[in-house]
């Protein structure tokens, strides 16, 4: 029985490792269009992720709370370098049961200036990080998308870091 207990604990400690990478192999990669789903904004109105196509697009995702400072270092880092790329946000992270989704979206809106409220798609749940295969982390997900919605670049990344370079590559005007 002991031999039995310690080859379990040894596959759920293997299990433990695994399920972020192959979460992480689920989430969309480059050259695949990036998937279509129907989600609310910060508002509580509906949104496509079909509207993320006609123009090149930058969507950083994220999935911890936490997060929100940088997912707004990507935004503040494409706005200097490609002010003319579309930005839309994905923010799909766990709340508390007593929270509710309305109380979450309002403390979404105070930190997201209002002109970008449609910009970005909200859900409390994760539901959005599930379909989308994105782990939790508290480092964002970038994804740039050309005009037919097909990827052409990806990170996981904070927007300090040379794993960066991808994404300002991708978006950056030719000089």
Do not use: C
């Not at 946000?89 to 105070?110: C, L, N, Q, T």
């Not at 409220?117 to 749940?125: E, G, K």
Request: cysteine-free; hydrophobic content about 45%; glycine content about 6%.
């Amino acid at each position: 029985m002991h031999r039995w207990t310690h080859w379990l604990s040894l596959a759920t400690v293997a299990l433990a490792i695994a399920t972020p990478a192959a979460e992480a192999a689920a989430a969309p990669k480059r050259g695949e269009l990036f998937p279509i789903f129907t989600a609310l904004d910060v508002t509580g109105q509906p949104q496509s992720t079909a509207g993320f196509r006609g123009a090149p697009t930058l969507i950083v995702a994220i999935t911890e709370r936490g997060a929100g400072d940088a997912m707004r270092a990507w935004f503040e880092g494409a706005t200097k370098r490609a002010p003319s790329v579309r930005q839309k946000g994905i923010i799909s992270v766990s709340v508390p049961f007593f929270v509710s989704e309305s109380y979450a979206r309002s403390k979404a809106r105070e930190k997201i200036p209002q002109q970008y409220w449609h910009d970005n798609l909200f859900d409390s749940h994760l539901s959005m990080a599930k379909g989308l295969g994105l782990s939790e982390s508290d480092v964002p997900w970038v994804f740039v998308l050309d005009a037919q919605g097909k990827i052409v670049a990806q990170v996981h990344a904070l927007a300090e870091t040379p794993a960066a370079n991808v994404i300002w590559k991708s978006i950056e005007p030719p000089k």
